[in-house]
């Protein structure tokens, strides 16, 4: 049975570490690939990446893990209407300088262009709205519907309870995954947004998703 919590600080290496395998394939991460040999140090790279990353929202957003046999095997990152803004200072706040001694400073820059591009679509919407920043999975627990649980049965809960009135409340995302589109769309979502980025000649799919929540 997977328990939800909110993830402790000393969970954060395996958490990132969970993020790394899981997301190192994706478009976003293309730019970075290139500047390793192989692949176990870049995907100890992209630990380093989401140590940074999820430590940059770790105080100012809700975290949450999903356990199992005392395991982690789902992660989310849920930001609430009207959040201040994660910034240069949170990142480096997080640890980031220690990310330019692994690569150049122009390739983690690109990087984070790319993931801001990701953002835009829902912008407007964003600072009144319930954010998921990221949702993954264990890579070795794909096909065993943890995001739809986590969602079900933690994210989308949570938002009801918090709620401040009794109207209902907006949530978003997006994604640069094709497979992930689908994902959204068959746990309930809206494809509010198609647009396309691109990153050193290639064309990034990017699709940003709605659905209200009453409490």
Same mark, same amino acid.
């Given at each position: 049975?997977?328990?939800?919590?909110?993830?402790?600080?000393?969970?954060?290496?395996?958490?990132?570490?969970?993020?790394?395998?899981?997301?190192?394939?994706?478009?976003?991460?293309?730019?970075? +690939?290139?500047? =390793? #040999?192989?692949?176990d140090s870049f995907v100890d790279f992209m630990t380093e990446v989401f140590k940074v990353y999820i430590g940059a929202y770790f105080?100012?957003?809700?975290?949450?893990?999903?356990?199992e046999d005392n395991l982690i095997k789902s992660f989310a990152i849920l930001v609430r209407p009207y959040s201040s803004d994660i910034g240069l200072f949170d990142y480096f706040r997080a640890g980031?300088?220690?990310?330019?001694?692994?690569?150049?400073?122009?390739?983690?820059?690109?990087?984070?262009n790319v993931l801001n591009e990701g953002?835009?679509?829902c912008k407007e919407l964003k600072? +009144?709205?319930? =954010? #998921?920043?990221?949702?993954a999975v264990d890579k070795l627990c794909k096909g065993q519907q943890l995001g739809s649980r986590m969602l079900k049965?933690?994210?989308?809960?949570?938002?009801?309870?918090?709620?401040?009135?009794?109207?209902?409340?907006?949530?978003?995302?997006?994604?640069?995954?094709?497979i992930n589109r689908k994902f959204y769309i068959q746990n309930g979502f809206s494809e509010f947004d198609s647009t396309a980025i691109e990153s050193n000649g290639r064309i990034i799919g990017n699709w940003?998703?709605?659905m209200s929540v009453s409490p």
């Open positions: 049975m997977i328990k939800y919590k909110s993830l402790r600080l000393e969970e954060l290496k395996e958490v990132a570490r969970m993020n790394a395998k899981t997301f190192a394939d994706y478009p976003l991460c293309d730019e970075i +690939r290139n500047d =390793f #040999l192989d692949e105080k100012k957003s809700v975290v949450i893990v999903g356990k980031a300088l220690k990310l330019f001694r692994t690569v150049s400073i122009p390739k983690v820059f690109k990087f984070l953002h835009k679509p600072k +009144r709205s319930w =954010f #998921l920043e990221t949702l049965d933690c994210i989308i809960p949570y938002i009801k309870k918090h709620i401040k009135s009794n109207k209902s409340e907006s949530f978003i995302t997006f994604t640069n995954n094709a940003s998703f709605q």
